[in-house]
């Protein structure tokens, strides 16, 4: 079990980095990650003039990893390296431990997921603004049978294209992972929701996930391991996959069919 860390300076670096203490923890926020040092993990600190770097422990014969964070006060660097060192002295577990476990990173910047859903969003947001106007338009003009059919027509509609543009999307998104992306287990950490998977480069990276299995497969481009997307279960991503593009195709139609009958009841055809 970690131990609490004694008192330490905060260190600013550069681009807005900051490295504290925090419990049993080491936090670095970054521009764009957050990596969590649990204290079991780490080697030692060394101070050298005004970057201080972290190396973690590692298993014999392999080399430790290091995380740095660059211009940082000098004297402040010096004394939380003196400081976190002589707490780790004190340690009596084994020696030969991989301590890149011990530092999840956390990605807070961009994702495919992300972006994916704020352009879903904004969409069925559009849609949505879109049924809205057609149907003050018919209640101010006196066709009621427009604002029904808006109403009708249009929320068949919008719930098609909800849920198959997501499904269609994530499949393929999963279809491309699968042949060209790198595939991990993510296992599950202590914290409610937190799943971490190695990365490929020796380091391991969290992030949070409403499932609560012991462990998780993940697919991520090989060039950006950040950029993890939980795999759907084989049964699942067959319904994405066939549901999905009819379900957008009959959203198509549902528009179609409304545009066409709102435009025959406004010119009176109906």
């Known amino acids: 079990m970690s131990r609490p860390l004694p008192s330490f300076p905060v260190l600013r670096g550069r681009d807005g980095a900051v490295l504290t203490a925090e419990d049993a923890y080491l936090v670095l926020d970054l521009p764009v990650e957050?990596?969590?040092?649990?204290?079991?993990?780490?080697g030692r600190l060394r101070a050298e003039g005004r970057t201080l770097l972290i190396e973690l422990r590692a298993r014999t014969g392999t080399t430790p990893i290091v995380h740095r964070i660059d211009d940082v006060d000098e004297e402040?660097?010096?004394r939380f390296a003196d400081r976190m060192?002589?707490?780790?002295?004190?340690r009596v577990d084994d020696d030969d431990v991989d301590g890149a476990r011990f530092a999840?990173?956390?990605h807070l910047g961009?994702?495919?997921?992300?972006?994916f859903h704020r352009r879903l969003g904004r969409g069925l947001l559009a849609h949505l603004l879109a049924l809205l106007a057609l149907g003050v338009a018919g209640a101010v003009t006196g066709h009621g049978d427009v604002v029904a059919a808006a109403v009708v027509l249009g929320g068949f509609g919008w719930l098609c294209l909800a849920m198959g543009w997501y499904g269609a999307a994530r499949s393929r998104r999963e279809r491309w992972l699968r042949r060209?992306?790198?595939?991990?287990?993510?296992?599950?950490t202590t914290g409610r929701g937190g799943y971490m998977y190695p990365d490929g480069t020796g380091a391991y990276r969290g992030f949070l996930h409403g499932d609560d299995d012991p462990a998780l497969t993940?697919?991520?481009?090989?060039?950006?391991?950040?950029?993890v997307l939980v795999l759907s279960k084989p049964f699942t991503d067959l319904v994405n996959s066939l549901a999905g593009p009819f379900l957008v195709f009959a959203a198509a139609v549902l528009t179609i069919a409304l545009g066409a009958l709102?435009?025959?009841l406004f010119s009176g055809a109906l």
């Open 218 to 227: 993940v697919g991520f481009p090989a060039d950006a391991p950040e950029d």
């Open 76 to 78: 402040d660097a010096r």
């Open 180 to 188: 060209h992306g790198v595939l991990a287990t993510a296992v599950r």
């Open 110 to 115: 961009p994702t495919w997921r992300k972006g």
């Open 34 to 42: 957050q990596i969590t040092f649990t204290a079991d993990g780490l």
């Open 104 to 106: 999840v990173i956390r």
């Open 85 to 90: 060192n002589e707490a780790l002295a004190r």
């Open 262 to 264: 709102s435009a025959a």
